[in-house]
């Protein structure tokens, strides 16, 4: 039905290379362009990836909107034939134009590129998307400085490939954890807290990990009293080792974001076919994560104990768990399968 696509080159890079990446496994890489040509009727783009779909009979507009919010960008939707969509809930249903919206699982930043393939592409696009135009831009990552870190961001990523857990397998009794400790997000981090704590007080567990500080982020604000100092993570990890020690951890922990959104976290773990353990989701999946078969949620943050002590003695259920959720990645949540889904509703 579609031969090619063509992405808008003004989308934000880091956020649509899980979606790029699932053009060229459906596509073909020769099959994907990048051109302006198709969204002159689209000015709001803010944290969105447009792209059409061209057929032999027929063009299709598709919107990917992966931001923390579960409303919609009005002037995306009218756009659009499609609009996908992760963190949809039930107000994002009320739209008027909700026949549009499809829900899509949570993604995360991948390379797509080889060095000298993102310098063309940032360079091209730069031109292409007339970014030196958007110095003061409202949007962000339309203003030079950032469009070009985007960029960059990816060099530090990896392939989807590397995410595989067939490369690394976990090691006995080590759990690793690192989160950012977020300013004024005291649900998530006291969450995040409780989990830390009971992993670190286990003398069955050799856990490595805790708050990670972002300096800038907390300025002159004081860390709260009740995270205790050595519970605090200064030190840095690149990307890749960042991903070899979540392989390494015979299980995760996964709370909801900002916006109570689905992060990074939860895509990548379903990648690496990891145990979740997991706070309640408040946003909708288009095929539900269940509980016990490919997740194990906790509704309190007093259950984390109980859950940690399950997981760490039940290698079976483990297992279980681990196999699950990359099953499910790869019939849902893969990037082939996230752009395929959106194709089939313009087949039915």
């Given amino acids: 039905m579609f031969y090619k696509a063509i992405i808008d080159p003004r989308s934000t890079i880091n956020y649509s290379s899980y979606y790029i990446q699932g053009l060229y496994d459906l596509f073909g890489k020769k099959n994907i362009s990048f051109s302006s040509s ?178 800038k982020m907390w300025g002159t604000t004081p860390i709260p009293n009740s995270i205790s100092q050595k519970l605090l993570y200064y030190k840095y990890l690149s990307n890749k080792n960042y991903i070899n020690n979540i392989k390494k951890s015979i299980f995760v922990y996964n709370t909801p974001a900002v916006h109570n959104c689905h992060g990074w976290k939860l895509g990548e773990f379903l990648c690496m076919g990891k145990a979740i353990i997991s706070a309640p989701l408040t946003k909708e999946l288009p095929v539900s994560l269940d509980h016990g078969k490919h997740i194990y949620y906790i509704n309190e943050k007093q259950d984390i104990g109980k859950a940690v002590a399950l997981l760490l003695e039940d290698k079976d259920f483990r297992h279980n768990l681990e196999r699950n959720a990359r099953t499910y990645y790869e019939n849902f949540a893969s990037p082939k399968k996230v752009i395929d889904s959106i194709i089939q509703h313009f087949i039915t």
């Fill in 38 to 215: 198709y969204f002159s009727g689209l000015k709001e783009i803010d944290m969105l990836m447009a792209f059409v779909l061209i057929g032999k009979k027929n063009t299709q507009k598709i919107i990917i909107d992966y931001r923390d919010q579960s409303d919609v960008i009005e002037e995306a939707i009218l756009w659009s034939d499609i609009y996908a969509k992760i963190n949809v809930d039930t107000t994002t249903r009320k739209h008027s134009l909700s026949e549009k919206i499809i829900n899509i699982p949570p993604s995360f930043a991948i390379k797509i590129w080889t060095p000298i393939e993102l310098i063309y592409h940032l360079c091209n696009n730069f031109i292409k998307a007339n970014i030196f135009k958007h110095y003061k831009s409202s949007n962000i990552h339309l203003r030079p400085s950032k469009w070009i870190r985007n960029y960059l961001s990816l060099l530090k990523r990896q392939t989807i490939r590397d995410y595989s857990i067939q490369n690394q397998s976990s090691e006995e009794n080590y759990v690793f954890f690192v989160s950012t400790l977020w300013p004024g997000q005291n649900n998530t981090n006291e969450d995040r807290h409780q989990y830390i704590f009971t992993c670190n007080q286990k003398h069955e567990i050799n856990f490595e990990g805790g708050f990670f500080i972002n300096k």
